[in-house]
């Protein structure tokens, strides 16, 4: 039989995950601090819920801990069932932060991202020390059934979090853009947005599927003195590669301030 899943906070995340444990049939309980959004989520997916995290350690295997960096502390304290199996979805949070107030519980950090309601989601996940091949197993299951999953030392979560967790919002910023600019010239909105997701959509494939690399695919399309190479120049000129790092490193440095208490 499948572990039951019990998810503290059902913010944005949480309910996210929710509903892709639910798809790969694993029986889920939750616990949220906003009494609506609790009986909200509760009706939604159509699942138990518990009114304190202690009653959730009395139903559930294992616990999955969604709710924000700055309230993560509060949550810990109330955590008294350290045999079980933690997950925690925080940015920033280290392993060794859980374990010092959990008492050397067995710890899985995972970074998921918001594809997981449709199946594509890139998660990283690291392991404490302690946790067991079984955990390991479990949590490869649970992210691998709504996406793909990367096994990384904790020194690279931060990186990781930056594209994949952070990820979908950058994109769906370009998609935006696009969306824009197609107006601006003259296509309505609804398809100019078609169009980008689409082309986004099919880009992916190529770079996913058919094991085209990133710059052949750019060589592809871009045929001398043809029109996306002037698009390209403009990209260049603007510095996206600069720009794109400094984004990382943006994203990377909030996970290092949140872990200070910022
Ligand atoms: N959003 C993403 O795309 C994404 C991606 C990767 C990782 N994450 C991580 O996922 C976590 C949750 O992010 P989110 O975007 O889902 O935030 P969110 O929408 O604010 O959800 C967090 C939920 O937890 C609730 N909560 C706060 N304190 C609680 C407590 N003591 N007990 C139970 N529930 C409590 C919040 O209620 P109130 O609103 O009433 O405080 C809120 O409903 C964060 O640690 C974030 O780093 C998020």
């Excluded at 096994?151 to 910023?173: H, N, T, V």
């Excluded at 997701?197 to 996913?208: E, F, P, Y």
């Excluded at 990133?214 to 990209?235: D, F, Q, Y």
Aim: net charge positive; hydrophobic share 40%.
């Amino acid at each position: 039989m499948k572990k039951t899943i019990g998810v503290i906070g059902c913010g944005k995340m949480g309910e996210a995950l929710i509903s892709s444990l639910l798809k790969a049939g694993y029986p889920v309980i939750c616990f949220e601090k906003d009494p609506e959004r609790l009986d909200f989520v509760k009706k939604k997916h159509g699942i138990e819920s518990t009114n304190s995290i202690r009653e959730m350690e009395s139903k559930a295997d294992v616990l999955l801990l969604a709710v924000k960096p700055q309230d993560f502390g509060v949550v810990l304290s109330e955590v008294v069932a350290t045999r079980k199996l933690i997950i925690s979805i925080a940015a920033g949070i280290m392993l060794q932060d859980i374990q010092k107030k959990l008492k050397d519980a067995r710890v899985v950090r995972v970074m998921p991202n918001v594809a997981c309601t449709v199946g594509e989601m890139a998660a990283g996940y690291c392991c404490a020390g302690n946790v067991a091949d079984e955990d390991k197993a479990l949590v490869k299951n649970i992210l691998d059934s709504a996406g793909k999953s990367y096994k990384i030392d904790e020194a690279q979560m931060d990186a990781l979090s930056a594209i994949s967790g952070s990820g979908p919002a950058f994109f769906a910023e370009f998609v935006r853009s696009f969306t824009e600019a197609g107006e601006k010239n003259g296509i309505s909105k609804e398809l100019a947005a078609d169009l980008a997701v689409q082309t986004m959509l099919g880009t992916a494939k190529m770079l996913s599927g058919s094991g085209f690399k990133a710059e052949e695919l750019i060589n592809m399309v871009c045929s001398p003195n043809g029109t996306t190479m002037e698009g390209m120049k403009v990209l260049e000129k603007a510095g996206i590669e600069r720009i794109i790092s400094d984004v990382v490193s943006a994203t990377m440095n909030r996970s290092r301030e949140i872990r200070k208490g910022k």
